[in-house]
């Protein structure tokens, strides 16, 4: 065999391995699978009427608020309770006496894009595809590539200071 062939044969195997690695991307498949996570929730629960925002973010108002609506800055006092798309909570402050207030804006995306469409004293179930949530890689307990259901109160806002 001659040094010719031997480096087309090595090349040839660089690109067949390049190609399988670039096809063999998983990242792809778990998108693919959370969507349909996400279509067969909705499907199931299709009298429910979410609104799809252009982010991806799912809103339904449950009670409408009569508040201001807080904005980026703001502070904000809630109570929520989080969940995956089976109903399992994996975090809640609804039976506490004590609230969840943080800075809109502050938050995982989608939870700062929800509370911004929610007037004081409304509440709203948010569902956040991941890449509004916790992303690829998660953060325990949540997994990457995994849509969540918030259902949030929004119980008080203050403004932010005026600078």
Do not use: H
């Not at 096809?23 to 629960?45: H, V």
């Not at 009670?63 to 909570?89: C, E, H, Q, W």
């Amino acid at each position: 065999m001659n040094k010719g062939n031997i480096k087309t044969g090595w090349l040839f195997l660089s690109i067949i391995l390049l190609i399988s690695l670039v096809s063999c991307n998983p990242g792809r498949q778990y998108e693919k699978e959370e969507k349909a996570k996400i279509q067969n929730y909705l499907s199931a629960n299709s009298t429910l009427d979410f609104v799809r925002q252009a982010s991806g973010l799912y809103y339904l108002e449950t009670l409408k608020g009569t508040g201001f609506t807080p904005v980026a800055g703001d502070s904000a006092f809630v109570r929520y309770t989080g969940m995956f798309l089976n109903g399992t909570i994996f975090d809640s402050n609804a039976t506490s006496a004590k609230l969840y207030s943080f800075v809109v804006g502050d938050n995982i995306s989608g939870f700062d894009e929800g509370i911004a469409l929610i007037a004081v004293g409304g509440k709203a179930t948010l569902l956040l595809p991941s890449s509004l949530g916790y992303g690829t890689f998660g953060s325990y307990p949540i997994a990457g590539y995994t849509p969540l259901l918030f259902d949030i109160e929004l119980v008080g806002a203050k403004r932010a200071p005026v600078k």
